[in-house]
C-alpha cells in the first residue's frame, strides 16, 4: 500500500488542482472585484477565461473522439431540466454578483487568504445543506421542463461537430469584441495595481 499514490488519479486531481488555484490568482480571479466588474461589463477578463476553457475543451474532447481516444458516446450527458437550469442560474448569478465568487474562485480566494471567500464558501454550504434537506419537497420544481435525454447540439439539430465548433468559436470572438467595446467605455480592464491596493 502507497497511499495516496496508489491511485494515479490522486496525484493528478492534486496537480490539477494545484494549476487550476495558481492560474485562477495569477490571472486575479480570486479578488471579488474582478467578478463584479464582469457584472458591471466594466472588466471582460472572466468572460475571456471562461469562454476560451470552453472553446479549448471543446476543441480537444472532438480532437479525442476523432481519435478514438475518448469516444463522445463514453461520456455521460445529464438530462436538461429547462426550469430548473432557469432558477438555479439566476440564483448562482445572483450569488456571484452579490458575494463577488464563483464556487471555484472562492476556494482560490480563501487560500489566498481572504476573509470574505470563507464566508461565502460558509453560505454556500448552508445554501446545500438547506437545498438537499428540501429536496423532495422542491422535486417537482427541480424536475421540470424536462428536456431531450442526453443530447448533444450535434445530435439535436444533425450539424457536424465540427461547424458547432466553429459556430462556438465564432461566438467567443464576438463575445470578445463586445468585451473590448464595453471595457473601452467603462474604464477599462481592473489592473493588477489596483487589485493590490483595492482602489
Known amino acids: 500500500m502507497n497511499f495516496p499514490f496508489e491511485n494515479p488519479g490522486i496525484p493528478l486531481l492534486v496537480l490539477a488542482g494545484v494549476l487550476f488555484g495558481y492560474f485562477i490568482e495569477s490571472a486575479g480571479l480570486s479578488s471579488p472585484r474582478k ?11 472572466v468572460f475571456r477565461v471562461m469562454f476560451t476553457a470552453i472553446v479549448v475543451a471543446a476543441i480537444g474532447l472532438w480532437l479525442f473522439d476523432v481519435a478514438g481516444w475518448l469516444r463522445f458516446d463514453a461520456l455521460k450527458i445529464p438530462t436538461m431540466f429547462f426550469w430548473a437550469m432557469a432558477l438555479g442560474g439566476a440564483l448562482l448569478g445572483a450569488g456571484m454578483a452579490i458575494g463577488g465568487y464563483c464556487p471555484g474562485t472562492s476556494v482560490v480566494g480563501l487560500f489566498a487568504g481572504r476573509l470574505d471567500a470563507l464566508f461565502f464558501m460558509l453560505g454556500m454550504m448552508i445554501g446545500m445543506t438547506v437545498f438537499s434537506l428540501s429536496y423532495d419537497s422542491l422535486q417537482t420544481v427541480y424536475q421540470a421542463g424536462k428536456g431531450p435525454a442526453g443530447q ?3 445530435g439535436l439539430t444533425g450539424l457536424p461537430t465540427w461547424l458547432w465548433l466553429l459556430l462556438l468559436a465564432g461566438m467567443a470572438a464576438g463575445g470578445f469584441l463586445i468585451g473590448n467595446w464595453f471595457e473601452s467605455r467603462r474604464g477599462g480592464k481592473i489592473s493588477a495595481k489596483e487589485l493590490a491596493s483595492g482602489s
Not at 35 to 45: E, G, I, N, V
Open 152 to 154: 448533444t447540439l450535434s
Open 35 to 45: 467578478l463584479t466588474a464582469q457584472f458591471a461589463l466594466r472588466d471582460w477578463t
